[in-house]
């Protein structure tokens, strides 16, 4: 057990939908990541926020955003839902330290099911 | 634009059969080279932070190693528990993580 906790751990919506992931970093740990990792594909980076911050950006979609909250925990907002966002949707936390890159400790993930 | 190269995509072995997996990188400024074990519908687990060519950090049958260009992740008379996906991470200012090599150990 990482210690990061995510829901929920499955779900099944439809295209054009709107869906809310949530992630709770270990306890003492400042940044929060988010993943995408669909069928048989590689981790892809999202978004990073460090301390309620946006730290770093990767491949993000406009149709998707996130932030994280005052007690540090974080919600990945999907949104217009299309079939190819069906993935496994990852949640990573670290100390993060501004500058550093720490070690990641990933959550269990949520699977998400569009039809 | 950093790159990642894992190879080989997927690896068989017979258990003891020792064995290597290669991470190349082509990242500016890197502050870390991180390996990452995942098995099948799970999140990554930590296994190993490398920070500078020359690096070695050994854990039970695995050893990683660095230089300026790759990494090496060596598994020494393996186990079929040691059946998964391997994963490398670049830091260079955010993650990049390779596509993985899947191993598998039969008994």
């Known amino acids: 057990d990482s210690g990061v906790t995510q829901t929920p751990k499955h779900l099944i919506t439809a295209t054009g939908q709107r869906v809310t992931l949530r992630c709770s970093p270990r306890s003492g740990d400042l940044s929060v990541y988010w993943y995408q990792q669909s069928l048989d594909q590689g981790l892809q980076f999202l978004i990073q926020?460090?301390?309620?911050?946006?730290?770093a950006k990767g491949n993000i979609l406009e149709r998707f955003s996130a932030q994280q909250f005052p007690d540090l925990h974080s919600e990945l907002n999907l949104s217009s839902l299309e079939l190819g966002d069906s993935a496994l949707y990852f949640c990573?936390?670290?100390?993060?330290?501004?500058?550093?890159?720490?070690?990641?400790?990933f959550g269990p993930g949520t699977r998400l099911t569009v039809l | 634009e950093d790159q990642v190269t894992q190879s080989p995509e997927a690896l068989r072995l017979q258990e003891g059969e020792s064995s290597s997996l290669n991470c190349s990188y082509t990242?500016?400024?890197?502050?870390?080279l991180f390996w990452y074990r995942q098995d099948p519908g799970k999140g990554p687990e930590f296994l190993f932070t490398?920070?500078?060519a020359g690096e070695e950090k050994e854990k039970e049958r695995l050893k990683a190693t660095l230089t300026k260009k790759e990494s090496f992740l060596h598994i020494t008379a393996p186990k079929p528990e040691d059946s998964a996906t391997y994963l490398c991470d670049t830091n260079a200012g955010k993650s990049t993580f390779g596509d993985g090599t899947t191993l598998t150990v039969k008994p």
């Open positions: 990242v500016s400024g890197l502050r870390g």
């Open positions: 926020y460090y301390n309620g911050e946006e730290r």
């Open positions: 490398l920070y500078s």
């Open positions: 990573a936390s670290s100390v993060g330290r501004r500058g550093d890159w720490n070690t990641q400790y």
